[in-house]
């Protein structure tokens, strides 16, 4: 069933393939499409990533670990969860999410599509769905030079 709950996210954005991986890499940048204020990780395979940002007033981080790279093609990285944690004593068992953020050519465009697995329920798969519909659709318009959403 996990499996199924795959979510599945794609854009064309009118840049080169190695300006949209910089904005992939870049934390400065990052933090200008997705609703972080913070990425460490110095993006070389087995190292770690953590995500920094807050979330209902509350400070958090996504942790997680790049699991391949390939420069100006590929991104596969894993992530904690942590705003789908069970309620509970707060030790529950921390699971991980995998994404595969692949850049291919499209004539002049680049084609930025995501895969995100390991999504537990419905919920756990339109978060992803949206929430990586919002960063592409950012990633874009700030690429491309018009107008982007607020993010916070």
Known sequence: ???????????????????????LVTPGTIKQYMPVTDVD????????????????????????????LESGRLLE?????????????????????????????????????VTERDNKTERELAHSEGGWRLALGNMKALLEGTSIAPLR
């Open 1 to 23: 069933m996990t499996e199924a709950l795959v979510a599945r996210v794609s854009v064309n954005i009118n840049a080169s393939r190695a300006k949209v991986w910089d904005a």
């Open 41 to 68: 990780s110095d993006w070389h395979e087995g190292s770690p990533i953590v995500w920094r940002s807050e979330f209902q007033s509350k400070p958090f981080e996504i942790k997680g670990t790049v699991l391949r």
């Open 77 to 113: 990285y894993d992530h904690s969860r942590p705003i789908f944690r069970p309620s509970g004593d707060g030790r529950a068992l921390v699971t991980y999410q995998r994404v595969t953020i692949e850049l291919s050519d499209d004539g002049p465009q680049t084609r930025v599509s």
